[in-house]
């Protein structure tokens, strides 16, 4: 039994880590489930959690992203698409939906979906390339858990990175207090630009238009309420139904004792009584 019960916590522990979260499109691994209303694949969506508890998810569709090369203006004179390269922008990050967060942020999730992003390992941009929100580092685009799907988010495989010919979908997170306080600063002028940092601008062709587009600002979802932990404080019901237990247990404890204690002088009167004779 107690093999049975560590087996099922190693299974729980490694169901709630982040990288079983980043495996799942639709869940995010610092907010959890994603609200309805943000479909499975496409465009970028951005999960916040306040210090309050309250979430603000948003979803930036699909069509508005950005598909091309990207290239360099200082090393190629005359083009447009820089590096970092944005490729999206959500706006919408008013001061009166900001003051949902209560005043700071716990987690930060973007959840991104790229065709032919050709940085999955052994793929020739494989650790090249950085995300960036307003220019804050959120990670490597090779170290990120993704789903493979179709075009309507049904799962074909899964891995590591945004791989070559393939529509992939993974989240970029952060717990990192440093890291959520310059992104609660961002938010300020009330956008956010998501970028890629390539190493080696130009050699890449990207599609952040495919997928099932999608658009919403949900504001001040509260935290899902989750039954007591060990060691809570049981409910007033609860209570009563442990002390009637436990009185039934003891009126049972003391049956048994007065039998003992019966059989106990039974054989005592018994053993004098043979002494006697």
């Known amino acids: 039994m107690f093999k049975k019960l560590v087996q099922a916590a190693a299974v729980g522990t490694l169901f709630f880590s982040g990288a079983a979260y980043a495996q799942t499109t639709t869940t995010s691994p610092t907010g959890g489930a994603l609200p309805a209303g943000v479909t499975k694949v496409g465009g970028v969506v951005v999960d916040l959690t306040g210090t309050n508890g309250n979430r603000i998810v948003s979803q930036l569709s699909a069509a508005s992203l950005f598909v091309g090369f990207s290239t360099d203006p200082a090393t190629k004179p005359g083009t447009s698409n820089g590096n970092p390269l944005v490729f999206g922008t ?84 952060s717990v990192n207090p440093v890291t959520l306080a310059s992104l609660f600063t961002a938010l300020q002028d009330g956008s956010l630009a998501f970028a890629v940092n390539d190493v080696d601008p130009g050699d890449n062709y990207y599609d952040f238009t495919q997928g099932i587009n999608g658009g919403l600002i949900n504001v001040g979802t509260g935290p899902v309420v989750t039954p007591p932990s060990v060691g809570a404080v049981p409910e007033p019901a609860s209570w009563a139904l442990m002390i009637l237990g436990f009185g039934l247990a003891g009126f049972a404890l003391r049956r048994v004792a007065r039998r003992s204690d019966a059989k106990f002088d039974t054989k005592i009167r018994e053993i004098t009584a043979g002494a006697i004779a």
């Open 90 to 173: 959500q706006t919408g990050f008013t001061s009166t939906v900001l003051s949902a967060l209560g005043g700071g942020l716990t987690g930060a999730s973007f959840r991104i979906t790229l065709y032919d992003g050709d940085n999955a390992p052994g793929d020739f941009d494989f650790n090249d390339n950085t995300f960036t929100v307003d220019g804050i580092n959120f990670g490597n685009w090779s170290a990120v858990a993704t789903t493979v799907t179709d075009s309507n988010g049904n799962p074909t495989s899964t891995g590591l990175g945004f791989g070559d010919n393939v529509l992939a979908t993974g989240f970029f997170s």
